[in-house]
């Protein structure tokens, strides 16, 4: 006589816990792949990339492909000027963690400027299982300050090459920026003036400043 045993098991809660997984799985990479910004994950020594979303290649000009190949190809394209500085920074004391701006070059020869912060992902042992890291492309905010920066350069040259004092104060009557002939005139310079507030009755600008207190 032949005895045949089956054991039956209930795996409902196996099989939703894997279709919340793939769930799970399926929006992440739906987040990841439609943003502007790069978001990567990588081992603790960056010696191999885990995961590299598509918007690398539009920055960087690169096929993903190749950094999965060969994760030096990341370091490569920083800047020759910026390179030692990410490194130390990824090296740093804060292992994992780093926030810092550096610039690409693209095959192209196109300079972009990156903004990238990565932070470390910690086993229950409290070590570093990966890092995960965004990196956005702050080019056009990098030109608008450089833009800034040269108006606000020809506006200093121009206010300070005039003859006469070119005051400008904030509703409190404090000052905010002199040119060189206040500076001239009190021999001091004119940042020993900024903050001081003038006289509110005074019509004379050499006499509102020079009575403002020290």
């Not at 020869?109 to 070590?127: K, L």
């Not at 090459?161 to 001239?184: E, L, S, W």
Request: net charge negative.
């Amino acid at each position: 006589m032949v005895h045949l045993q089956a054991i039956a098991r209930d795996i409902t809660e196996r099989k939703k816990a894997e279709a919340a997984l793939r769930e799970s799985e399926a929006c992440f990479r739906e987040m990841a792949e439609t943003i502007r910004e790069v978001f990567w994950m990588s081992t603790p020594d960056i010696s191999r990339m885990l995961y590299l979303s598509p918007a690398f290649e539009t920055i960087w000009g690169r096929p993903c492909q190749s950094v999965f190949e060969d994760p030096l190809e990341w370091v490569d394209a920083i800047h020759a000027d910026d390179r030692d500085r990410v490194l130390a920074a990824l090296e740093g004391p804060a292992r994992g963690k780093y926030n810092v701006e550096y610039r690409i070059v693209r095959p192209d020869g196109e300079v972009r400027w990156i903004h990238d912060h990565s932070y470390p992902v910690h086993d229950d042992a409290g070590q570093i299982m990966r890092m995960v890291g965004i990196a956005s492309d702050i080019t056009e905010l990098k030109q608008v300050e450089e833009a800034l920066r040269e108006s606000e350069e020809r506006y200093r040259s121009l206010v300070d090459n005039i003859d006469f004092a070119v005051t400008m104060i904030d509703r409190d009557f404090k000052i905010i920026m002199t040119n060189a002939v206040i500076g001239r005139w009190f021999n001091k310079p004119t940042c020993k003036f900024v903050g001081k507030t003038v006289s509110k009755n005074s019509r004379n600008a050499k006499q509102s400043v020079s009575t403002a207190p020290e």
